[in-house]
Structure formats: C-alpha cells, structure tokens
C-alpha cells in the first residue's frame, strides 16, 4: 500500500509499504540474521495504516494530542499497537517504520537501505512510541530515527554509513516532547528517559543529533534527560551534537577521528537550548576542528568534567558565546588550537597543556586546582588514554594491571570535592583527572 502525506511545511511525503501491521500482539521472527532475508521489505506499524504520517500529526496537532498535551488529553488506546516484535531477519533495500507503538521490541534485525524511497525515509523509525527497544540491530545506508516518543533505547547497535536530515540527524534521539512544551507527565505511563548504550556509529556524513526534549532536567540532576554512554563515534564528516536537551548525561564515550571541519563544529558539539546536560568521563580526539564546540548563544549552563581532549585540528574546547560552561577535571592535551577557548563559568582542576596556540585564550584563565604537565597517557596514539603509575595501570589489551617507571600528574589531581569511592585501591582518597576518574579503571595511587 502508498501512504501519502501533505506535509504542512509543504512537501510531499510517501511511503510504499509491503507489509503493514495494524494490530496489536504480532511477532514477526525470522530464523536468524544471516539466514531470513527480506529484499524489498518495507514494514509498517500503525493502527491507522499511516506511520509517521500520525507522528507529523501529533506534532502539528498538539491540543488535541494526548503526547503533547496529556493533561487534556488520555490515550485512546484503540490508538496504540501494543506488543509488537521483530526478531532475527534481514531486510535488504528496506525499511521499517513504526508509529503510535508500546512495547516494541526490534532486536537482532539488520536493515540495509542503498537508496531511501523518499525524502525523510529512516532505515529503522520509531515515531510516537512508548518503551519501544532497538537491541542488536545493524544498519546500513540511513540512519535509525526515535522521534517524539518516551523510554526508548538503543542498545548495543551498529550504525554503519548514511545520512540523514541536518535538523535531525543521521542517528536522533527525541526523548520526550518539543522544548517549549512544559506539560505535565503523561498519566498512563511511565516517566522514563531513553538511552544509547554500547552502540558503534561510524562512516557517517551530516551530523549525528541526540534531543532529549522533555525538560524534567531542568532541574539539573544528570540522567533525568536520557544517557549516552559507552558508545564509539568515529570517521564521520561533522559532529556529534547535543541539540535542545535538558538534563541528558553524554558519559564515557570515545569520539574520534573526525574526518572534516564544517563550519567550525568540532566533534561534540552543544547546540542553542541546551541546558544541564553533563558530559562526563568521554574521549575525544585525532577530530578535525575542535574538541568541544559550544554553538550559539542560547545555550544555557553545561558540565563538563572528567574528558580527555586530545590532538585535535582546533581548540580543545571552544565556548564562542561565552556560555556559563563548568570545566572540571578534564585533561585538555596537545590540540593544535588553544587548549580552553572563551569565558565560562567555572574552570577548575584541570590539566591543560601542550597546545599549540596557547593553553587559555578568549579571556579564560586558569582556575583552582589547575595544571600544565604531561599527563603521561599509557599509549595515546593507540587510543589507551590510562594514565600511567609507579602503583598500577589497566591495560586494557592484557587485560590485567601493569606498572610503570612513572606516574601521571593527573592521579590524585581532580577536585577534592569529588567522589573517588569506585577507584581501586590504593586510591589516595582523592579523584583522578580524565577519562577513568571514579571508575574501576582509574590508575592507582603511590602512597607515600
């Protein structure tokens, strides 16, 4: 069936679908990944036979929308495909397009998608949805797209090539409702946040947009907004962004080698109506451009604390509008631009050094705690960012603790302040700077 969709900004929007599940309770399984291929599938979920057609249509009818305004309006659960599974099957030159959904489940599926059959086609859509789950899915050719739904997650994905929309992204995230939408929660569900976790994107061109919309992290506790985390970003053209997100938690990430610098973005990057997001503990370097990239001046107070930033074309962090931006225990090293770029809120407790236009610039300064040595990395140009110790380091390719003739500056080095209480012993009673503060990995102490 053609499912064709005037959309109000003017176009055209269409959808040949093969498959179109209107119901509720349906598995759909195949027998494994590598042996049910479906070529040409295009899949749909919607009650009303028009996925993403309804997603538009609760954005632009947001009065009578029971996701944007709840409080007036309940869920009309005739509405609702509930209980739908996917399992164990690759789609080739397709897609799959889910809308108005609880309790999806899409896991261990690969969708390929060489040319999309319209404009804003996503390889894997889930628009509308409520705890809807992407595990061990690999995509190819197109991004997979949450859009305007609650407690969905990625885990553990594999997210290869493509594009997708500048404004939403080769791999997005809408984790709840638009910004400036301050309604109350909705009643018949949980309030839950989405997150990325363990996922690998790569070879992707445009940027790759996380939105975590909804807002209860306004009130500045990290993770109420959603978490990315333990993910690989790497060989991509522009930037990973952080766009119109409250409260969301981007932590212990490796991002790297980003292949272009457009429009001066930098690898990560922090877009207008952004505000009490935490990035926290991520690796980011071998990036053209700068290492952090704060966009515009409608960005609101961020956290910044425990990354390392290193070897990139630009600044290790680049704060153009001077946004009240905390700095804390970071290792800022070897940039080819000023280590620290811009006013900000607070600096504090970092290493900042070697970079080739200067340490601080832009009217930075260095702040309490702060240092300029080497941090003697394990082996930085192998992406083992461990600091080195006399006591023991991890190495993460033996798999086991080693020693070294010497010890990093930045063990025992990060804010007093800080919990400490998850690195080894001996730990000296204090956090170590960088990408392994506070966690099991964190090099060990030389008690003196």
């Known amino acids: 069936m053609t499912v064709t969709y005037n959309h109000p900004y003017g176009f055209v929007m269409k959808w040949k679908f093969n498959i179109m599940i209107r119901r509720s309770n349906v598995v759909l399984r195949g027998q494994g990944i590598d042996k049910t291929i479906l070529v ?57 397009s889910t809308d108005e959904t609880l309790d999806l489940l899409i896991s261990d599926v690969r969708v390929d998608v060489v040319e999309p059959h319209q404009r804003y086609q996503a390889a894997i859509g889930l628009y509308t949805a409520l705890n809807g789950l992407l595990k061990r899915c690999v995509i190819t050719g197109r991004f997979p797209y949450i859009s305007k739904s609650r407690a969905c997650s990625m885990i553990d994905c594999d997210i290869i090539g493509g594009s997708g929309r500048w404004t939403e992204g080769p791999m997005g995230i809408n984790t709840g409702r638009h910004y400036d939408d301050y ?111 704060v966009w515009s001046g409608k960005v609101g107070e961020n956290h910044i604390i425990g990354n390392v930033i290193w ?27 000023v280590g620290i770029n811009g006013q900000f809120k607070a600096i504090s407790y970092n290493n900042v050094y070697g970079n080739a236009k200067g340490n601080y610039g832009g009217g930075a300064s260095a702040g309490t705690g702060d240092i300029s040595k080497d941090p003697l990395f394990a082996d930085p140009e192998k992406g083992d960012f ?50 392994y503060g506070n966690t099991n990995e964190a090099s060990k102490s030389v008690m003196r």
Not at 49 to 75: Q, V
């Open 40 to 96: 040409g599938a295009i899949i749909g979920v919607n009650k009303h036979g028009r996925p993403h057609a309804r997603n538009e249509w609760h954005y632009f009818h947001r009065e009578e929308s029971w996701l944007f305004t709840p409080y007036k309006n309940r869920i009309d659960w005739d509405d609702i495909c509930r209980y739908v599974v996917f399992k164990d099957f690759h789609i080739k030159k397709g897609a799959i």
């Open 183 to 293: 309604s109350k929660d909705l009643p018949e569900y949980p309030t839950l946040w989405g997150n990325i976790i363990g996922c690998i994107a790569k070879d992707f061109s445009g940027p790759l947009h996380f939105y975590s919309f909804e807002g209860s992290g306004i009130i500045g506790k990290h993770g109420e907004g959603g978490c990315i985390s333990y993910n690989l970003f790497e060989d991509f053209d522009h930037s990973v962004s952080i766009t119109q997100s409250f409260g969301l938690t981007i932590s212990h990430n490796i991002i790297r080698r980003a292949k272009r610098d457009i429009e001066g973005e930098g690898s990560l990057r922090i877009q207008p109506y952004s505000s009490n997001n935490y990035v926290m503990g991520n690796i980011i370097y071998n990036g053209a451009g700068h290492g952090i990239r």
């Open 311 to 337: 070897n990139c074309t630009g600044d290790g962090i680049y704060n153009s509008s001077n946004r009240p931006l905390t700095l804390k225990n970071n290792i800022i090293v070897n940039n080819r631009g």
């Open 386 to 435: 461990h600091l080195r110790s006399k006591a023991g380091r991890w190495d993460p390719k033996l798999k086991q603790w080693v020693k070294d003739d010497v010890t990093s500056p930045c063990i025992d080095a990060g804010s007093p302040k800080d919990d400490f209480s998850k690195e080894p012993q001996p730990n000296g009673g204090r956090i170590n700077m960088g990408a």
